[in-house]
C-alpha cells in the first residue's frame, strides 16, 4: 500500500482544506459498508459546494473486492449526478455531470482487521503514504498519492461467527414473541463455538494472549486502527473541525450478552453480540471523568512531537443501522427474500429504525 514512491498530485491538493473530504469505511465491500459510501455520496453531493471533493476510502479483504466496490461506488456516483435535479438547480446552465463525477475519488486499500501486523502496516502506509489503488482499473486510477488528513472514520467492518438459523426455533419465537421482537432481538440464530486466531497459521501469533476472531474483528483490530490514525485525526487548533470516529454496534448488544469475566466471549454463545456490547461501552465511555485516567493513553499518539503539534483529540460517536438486511446474517440466498420481506413488514409495524 505505502510506498517511496515520489507522490503524484492528487485531483483534490489544489484546494483548501474546507473543500476537502476524507472518510474511511472498514468493510465496505457489500451490506451496510457499501450503503455507507453511497449514502455519503448521496449526502455530499446535496450539502456541499461545487467545488468541493469527496474522497472515500473504502476498505476490503482482497484486491478483487477492492476492484469492485471501486467500480459500483464510480457507478453510484455517475448515477447520481445524472439524475438530481437539485444540482442542476444549484449548477445552473449548463449542467454537466461529467464535472460533478470527477469531484468524487474512491482509494480503496486491504485491511485485515484479524491481523493485527497488517493493521499497523495500514495505519503505517497511510500515515507515510503514498498509496495506490489496486491495478485493473478504467478512469481515474489513483496511483501514488497522499492522505493528509482523515475528516471520519466508519469501523463498519464485522464478522458474526454464526452457522445458521434454528427455522424451528424462528418460526416459534415469531408465533409467540412477534415479529418486530422477533426479528429485532432474534435468539435462533446459531453460533459457532468462538476461533481463535492463534489457530490460524495465516496469522502467525504465539500460543498467547489468545485471541478471539470476532473480538478481534468487531472490536480490537478497530480499536488498534484507531489509535495508530489519530495523527490524521487529531487538529491543530479547535478552530478546525475535529475528527471523527464512528463505531457502528448493533440493536443485539443488550446488558446480557457480555459477561465481564469472559470478555471475548470464548465460552459463551453470542460472540457478535457480546462484541458489540464491548463496543458500546468503549464509545460510549472513552471521556466520561472516571474513564479519562485509563483512557486518555488510547487519545495519546505515539509521536510526542505530533502529539504537541496536533493537541485536539477526535471526537467518538456510536451507531447501529436498526434492523436491516445484512450479509452478515445466516440465511442461504434462496431465503433472502424471505428475510428481506420480514424486515420491510416489521419496519412498517414499528421496528426500531437507525
Request: aromatic share 10%; hydrophobic share 40%.
Amino acid at each position: 500500500m505505502g510506498s517511496q514512491l515520489t507522490p503524484a498530485t492528487a485531483p483534490w491538493e489544489a484546494l483548501s482544506s474546507q473543500e476537502q473530504l476524507f472518510v474511511l469505511i472498514t468493510g465496505a465491500n457489500s451490506g451496510i459498508g457499501l450503503s455507507i459510501g453511497e449514502r455519503l455520496i448521496d449526502e455530499f453531493l446535496a450539502t456541499r459546494s461545487l467545488r468541493s471533493h469527496l474522497i472515500l476510502i473504502p476498505t476490503t479483504r482482497s484486491k478483487s473486492k477492492s476492484l469492485q466496490t471501486i467500480k459500483t461506488l464510480r457507478e453510484y456516483a455517475r448515477k447520481a449526478a445524472q439524475s438530481s435535479a437539485a444540482l442542476r438547480s444549484r449548477a445552473g446552465s449548463p449542467y454537466r455531470w461529467e464535472d460533478t463525477v470527477a469531484r468524487i475519488h474512491v482509494l480503496s486499500l486491504q485491511l485485515d482487521l484479524c491481523d493485527l501486523r497488517g493493521v499497523y502496516a495500514f495505519a503505517g502506509a497511510l500515515l507515510r503514504g503514498p498509496v495506490s489503488n489496486p491495478e485493473g482499473l478504467e478512469g481515474e486510477y489513483l496511483k501514488n498519492v497522499r492522505i493528509p488528513r482523515l475528516d471520519t472514520v466508519v469501523f463498519n467492518a464485522a464478522y458474526g461467527g454464526w452457522s445458521g438459523v434454528n427455522y424451528p426455533k424462528a418460526v416459534w419465537t415469531i408465533l409467540t414473541e412477534g415479529l418486530v421482537q422477533s426479528v429485532t432481538w432474534p435468539n435462533f440464530k446459531m453460533a459457532l463455538p468462538t476461533a481463535l486466531l492463534n489457530d490460524k497459521p495465516s496469522y502467525n501469533y504465539p500460543k498467547e494472549p489468545l485471541l478471539g476472531e470476532v473480538f478481534t474483528a468487531c472490536v480490537f483490530g478497530h480499536y488498534i486502527l484507531a489509535h495508530e490514525l489519530l495523527p490524521l485525526l487529531s487538529r491543530r487548533s479547535e478552530s478546525e473541525t475535529p475528527g471523527r470516529l464512528v463505531w457502528s454496534s448493533s440493536l443485539e448488544a443488550i446488558d446480557r450478552v457480555l459477561d465481564m469475566s469472559d470478555f471475548q466471549c470464548f465460552n459463551g454463545n453470542g460472540p457478535y453480540e457480546s462484541a458489540k456490547r464491548v463496543t458500546d461501552i468503549l464509545s460510549l465511555t472513552a471521556t466520561l471523568p472516571a474513564a479519562m485516567p485509563y483512557s486518555s493513553c488510547f487519545f495519546e499518539s505515539n509521536d510526542p512531537a505530533e502529539a504537541r503539534d496536533k493537541p485536539i483529540r477526535p471526537r467518538m460517536y456510536l451507531t447501529h443501522p436498526g434492523i436491516v438486511a445484512s450479509t452478515l446474517f445466516p440465511v442461504p440466498w434462496f431465503l433472502m427474500w424471505a428475510y428481506e420481506l420480514a424486515l420491510l413488514i416489521s419496519r412498517w409495524i414499528g421496528a426500531v429504525r437507525a
